[in-house]
């Protein structure tokens, strides 16, 4: 009898760099997972508000993940078709003649650049801005941060020879190829989301060189091949495809089956990114939405934003509980204090306010506190405040027409099945669950197998890879006294 292991199906690799954790997944055409591998990601904060990473930690990460896959996969490196990667939006990483970061990335959620926006928005017509981009004059997107560095570290500028996002980076990494897709162009400040190109006048506006910008090319295209140096670091094989991927929230998106009107997701990772899809390309976001390329050509994803969630409860777990405390064992706190948490109130603004009014200097506030309150009530009053601003930020899609009839969501919040009974207690329309915890990897893996030719497109890929669990039944007795359901 043969003791040789089986060779699995064709497989493809997606790597997903996040903000605080880097993730590999190996999948095949049916969407089964042949391996998970995961390496956290460290942030600096150098000043208040800044918050920075190093690239080679990506790329370390990148290596770190692929190796490991490899090794507990058996025959996964023969059946390895493609691999694919999705990453963390509007961070930004200059880099020189030789491709080395000359600065730390700039996260997404660096605020660094705030300081500039009142002068840019005296100098530039911010609905100008928005009718050629999509989005609003905010620190939160990359030219702002680009700005930053024309004016503070102009040595830096200097000796810059590309401009490079994260997945830029990884894929210049892996193949040589220096590149980027419509859903990275269209998170910058710098791309005209209805051309479909680097816009210059932006470009003049921020100080930005577009001759150092990647060209744009649809997501799903391969690119090129593994490198024999990337072979080498990674432990894939020289001369696999690499597919060109997307931003980390139209990936989601796409795995959520958020690829046609009347359905919208909900990422819960550090805020909650909610999105569905609007027919061809708008611009005209409305009640602090945001429109940005999906992964579907001519598709517009709207997205809107709640800042801290995730965060949110982490800062309430490491302040009231202990940084070693276990989330399971503060959800399970939270669930011990009644609906409302006996009058205690969270407003959710610790990094600001996202959709619908965009208010990064607006801060978080605790109140409603009495002598008989405890660390439970505290709990259950940032669960409550993080599914209520969810439900607040959906309900922005009346102003453009958009409104979704149903919700799918993911994410560590609610993978735990009572915060995503809360959560459907605090909406008016059907909430489901992803079955897989990793969308994000999942909804690039699509591009890769539509790309290798397994599914004729992304629809037909995410029927046949993604499995949607059955909606969370409707529990009235959750539902806070706040809610507002109409």
């Known amino acids: 009898m043969s003791t040789e292991r089986r060779v699995p199906s064709p497989l493809v690799l997606a790597l997903d760099s996040g903000t605080s954790t880097f993730t590999g997944l190996l999948v095949d055409a049916a969407g089964r997972p042949q391996g998970v591998a995961q390496r956290p990601l460290s942030t600096q904060h150098p000043m208040p508000g800044w918050a920075e990473q190093q690239p080679q930690q990506w790329w370390r990460a990148a290596c770190a993940v692929s190796r490991q896959l490899l090794r507990s996969t058996p025959g996964a490196q023969r059946a390895l078709a493609a691999v694919v990667v999705t990453n963390q939006r509007e961070t930004v990483v200059p880099l020189d003649a030789h491709d080395r970061p000359l600065h730390p990335a700039i996260l997404w959620h660096d605020l660094r650049a705030s300081e500039l926006i009142p002068k840019l928005r005296a100098g530039v017509d911010p609905r100008w801005v928005r009718r050629r981009t999509g989005l609003p004059l905010d620190p939160y997107f990359s030219a702002p941060k680009l700005l930053w560095l024309a004016q503070r570290r102009p040595s830096v500028l200097r000796r810059c020879a590309r401009i490079a996002l994260v997945s830029d980076w990884l894929n210049l990494r892996l193949s040589g190829q220096f590149v980027t897709d419509p859903t990275n162009a269209s998170r910058t400040l710098l791309y005209d989301l209805r051309k479909g190109r680097w816009e210059e006048e932006l470009c003049d506006s921020f100080e930005v060189d577009p001759s150092l910008l990647p060209p744009v090319r649809p997501c799903g295209t391969i690119i090129g091949e593994v490198s024999p140096a990337a072979a080498r670091a990674t432990g894939v094989r020289s001369g696999l495809p690499v597919v060109l991927g997307g931003g980390d929230q139209q990936c989601a998106a796409a795995a959520a089956g958020v690829l046609r009107r009347g359905v919208a997701k909900a990422t819960f990772g550090s805020g909650t990114f909610v999105a569905t899809t609007a027919a061809g390309l708008r611009t005209d976001g409305k009640a602090g939405l945001l429109c940005s390329a999906h992964v579907v050509p001519a598709t517009t994803l709207v997205e809107g934003a709640a800042l801290a969630s995730g965060s949110l409860y982490d800062w309430v777990r490491t302040t009231f509980f202990s940084p ?9 706190a939270a669930f011990t204090a009644p609906p409302g948490a006996a009058g205690v109130r969270i407003d959710p603004s610790f990094a600001g306010v996202g959709t619908p009014r965009w208010d990064r200097q607006a801060c978080g506030t605790i109140g409603g506190l009495r002598l008989g309150h405890d660390r439970s009530h505290i709990a259950r009053a940032a669960l409550e405040a993080i599914c209520l601003e969810a439900a607040t930020v959906l309900r922005s899609y009346d102003a453009m027409g958009i409104a979704p009839r149903s919700l799918r969501v993911d994410g560590g919040l609610v993978a735990d099945r009572r915060v995503a009974a809360l959560l459907r207690a605090c909406l008016p329309i059907p909430l489901q669950r992803l079955h897989s915890t990793e969308a994000t990897a999942l909804g690039a893996a699509l591009l890769g197998a539509v790309a290798c030719g397994w599914h004729r497109n992304l629809k037909v890929a995410q029927r ?16 806070p006294p706040q809610a507002t359901l109409n």
Do not use: K, N, Q, Y
């Open 464 to 479: 046949a890879m993604v499995r949607i669990e059955p909606p969370i039944p409707l529990r009235r007795e959750l539902r």
């Open 324 to 332: 070693s405390a276990r989330f399971s064992a503060l959800t399970d």
